[in-house]
């Protein structure tokens, strides 16, 4: 059926009715007249060689410009201390930081991973990494030894940054990580620091580090930083990002999020989660922005809180943390956050509902915005001078070519579903690789690809179903494959079935992810037990802390059932599909590969 926009209920925007005037005043004229080429002119510095870095550009190029005295970073613990962070400080810091790394013989290309809280040495450490030419990997910090073994195996990681609280996971793995050598322990937040070989302590050797750094000349298409991301199959695979991506990120910085010179900016995604490195380091630092990073937990209180005491003005967050808000006894009207202007979202489908509430809530609508960790910054978002249709994600953004395609990569008709799919080349932030794995790569292209280095005319599929409406508007269907969103994070089925098979009980496990009104969905797994064993409450609950402890916190199944047989394909490919529409009570469809079940 052709779909097109439901059309009644569209947030018409005004020019004349903007506080400030937006960084783009026209949505059309811009895609028409833009070109990556000037952009890249007017915002990137290269050194004189032609060569460039990424954290020049977010740090050391503003001071030199004199902007060193403005703040980059308005830092609050977990705990309450407040720390203010100057552009020059920011410089010092992770120029010292780059001395560390050089004195462990860090070179380009070595991976460097960080598995720390949201304090400003995680900050710190990213941007000294990226000056020494090094691969900043960025983990999670709800990460259980599990997934922390798949990636510092993966990435054969050469360097650990973390501290005591930490630790103790990666103590328990470091044995199966022979190229893992050294260990920076970050104090901060623990006067018991662990003991043990190869461990490198952070104060100590900040302090003997020199301030001056040469930051190493690179590429644009040098490697930057790395996050691994999960598929339907197999474990997850490492996102290759390069320096160059720096462009794409302060352009959707500049141009989407708006921020303006004077804004306080806060981005609330996490730095182990690509929208922390792009929305919370990359994008606002390369802009010259002034932006808050809370370490504390969410909770509606504390956000509203640092809302208010920074009089935070651009706010970048996701669905499941609005609807978190919306169903509060804790309400926005109690707290003073005039001073907030633009609002947007990321992660999963924002729903209508949470826009009008946010219209009342605050008096300003939240933007959608749509990318994905391998394609590095925004692609189809809603800009501030858009008009909103609340439920479509927006329109491309200028210098980028989307469209619907079909399994062949051919364009389909206006208001039927298909793969969303970009122009591999108009992507300037698209991912260079996924680590150590050419096929998979490849995968993820249709049409004239690879000629060599280049992405020629191949789309870049997303993995996404959507369709476009009659105003080229794009609107999220669903995943095209098995893929969880869990609260906004990405979570492959696979990951969770191996790590409920490793429990003495189970045979085997399909996960699936299940609709739910707040975390967009939930993880469900379907256990087959071994002969004898029953399926007890304490037995859910045992299997469920298993994958907490083991795989990450947020990662376990939230309802598990036991089943006698999983439906599978002849080959013995579970077909969680059919799970799932068992689940929901939908027809199953198409069983022909099913085996009898
Ligand atoms: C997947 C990518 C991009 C930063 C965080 C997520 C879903 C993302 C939206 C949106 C509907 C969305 C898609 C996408 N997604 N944004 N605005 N509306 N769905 O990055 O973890 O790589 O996940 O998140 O399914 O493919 P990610």
């Not at 050194?47 to 403005?70: L, Q, S």
């Not at 040098?222 to 720096?246: E, I, Q, R, W």
């Not at 504390?296 to 956000?303: D, L």
Request: aromatic share 10%.
């Amino acid at each position: 059926m052709k779909k097109s926009s439901p059309g009644a209920h569209i947030i018409k925007k005004d020019l004349k009715k903007f506080p400030k005037i937006p960084n783009v005043t026209n949505y059309e004229e811009a895609y028409k007249n833009f070109s990556w080429e000037k952009a890249e002119k007017e915002y990137i510095d290269f050194f004189p060689d032609g060569t460039m870095n990424a954290a020049y550009n977010m740090i050391d190029r503003h001071v030199e410009k004199g902007k060193g005295k403005k703040t980059a970073l308005l830092f609050e613990s977990a705990t309450g201390e407040k720390e203010k962070y100057t552009y020059e400080d920011l410089r010092r810091e992770s120029n010292k930081f780059a001395n560390v790394l050089e004195s462990q013989d860090v070179e380009k290309g070595d991976r460097v991973f960080i598995f720390l809280p949201s304090i400003p040495e995680r900050y710190i450490a990213f941007i000294g990494i990226l000056k020494v030419g090094a691969i900043a990997g960025t983990l999670f910090s709800a990460f259980q030894e599990a997934a922390l073994l798949d990636r510092l195996a993966d990435s054969k990681a050469k360097i650990l940054i973390t501290n005591a609280v930490l630790f103790p996971r990666i103590q328990k793995i470091w044995k199966d990580l022979p190229h893992l050598e050294k260990v920076i322990v970050v104090e901060r937040g623990s006067l018991n620091q662990p003991e043990e070989k190869n461990l490198v302590f952070y104060n100590k050797e900040m302090e003997k580090a020199s301030e001056k750094f040469e930051i190493v000349h690179l590429s644009k298409d040098d490697f930057s930083y790395m996050l691994y991301t999960s598929g339907t199959t197999g474990k997850p695979k490492g996102v290759v990002h390069a320096h160059g991506d720096v462009l794409q990120a302060l352009v959707t910085t500049r141009d989407v999020l708006d921020v303006h010179d004077d804004d306080i900016y806060w981005c609330t995604a996490d730095l182990g989660w690509v929208t922390g490195v792009v929305y919370g380091a990359l994008g606002p630092w390369a802009l010259g922005a002034t932006q808050v990073l809370f370490e504390g937990r969410f909770s509606p209180e504390n956000w509203y809180k640092v809302l208010e005491e920074n009089k935070v003005t651009v706010w970048y967050t996701a669905p499941t943390a609005i609807r978190m808000l919306m169903g509060s006894e804790v309400k926005p009207k109690d707290y003073a956050l005039s001073s907030l202007r633009h609002l947007c979202s990321v992660g999963e489908p924002l729903n209508p509902e949470a826009i009008w509430w946010s219209l009342e809530a605050f008096g300003l609508p939240f933007h959608d915005t749509w990318w994905q960790t391998e394609q590095g910054s925004i692609t189809i978002p809603n800009y501030p001078i858009m008009d909103i249709k609340p439920g479509s994600m927006g329109k491309p953004l200028p210098g980028i070519i989307a469209a619907i395609i079909d399994d062949k990569g051919n364009e389909i008709p206006q208001g039927e579903e298909g793969h969303l799919a970009l122009k591999a080349s108009t992507v300037q932030s698209l991912m260079k690789q996924i680590w150590g794995n050419e096929e998979k790569f490849k995968s993820y292209f249709v049409g004239d690809w690879p000629a060599g280095h280049s992405l020629g005319d191949a789309w870049y599929i997303s993995g996404d179903k959507a369709y476009k409406d009659e105003d080229g508007y794009f609107w999220f269907i669903g995943r095209a494959d098995d893929v969880i969103k869990t609260s906004g994070e990405r979570v492959g089925p696979f990951e969770v079935e191996s790590s409920l098979v490793e429990c003495e009980e189970v045979v085997e496990a399909g996960v699936i992810g299940k609709p739910d009104e707040l975390r967009g969905e939930i993880i469900k797994a379907f256990v087959v037990l071994k002969p004898g064993i029953e399926g007890t409450a304490e037995l859910i609950e045992k299997l469920k802390l298993h994958v907490k402890k083991h795989l990450a916190g947020h990662a376990y199944p939230r309802e598990i059932e036991f089943i006698d047989k999983l439906p599978k394909t002849r080959s013995g490919k579970i077909m969680r599909r059919v799970l799932k529409a068992k689940e929901l009570g939908l027809p199953i469809g198409d069983t022909s590969t099913l085996e009898d079940y």
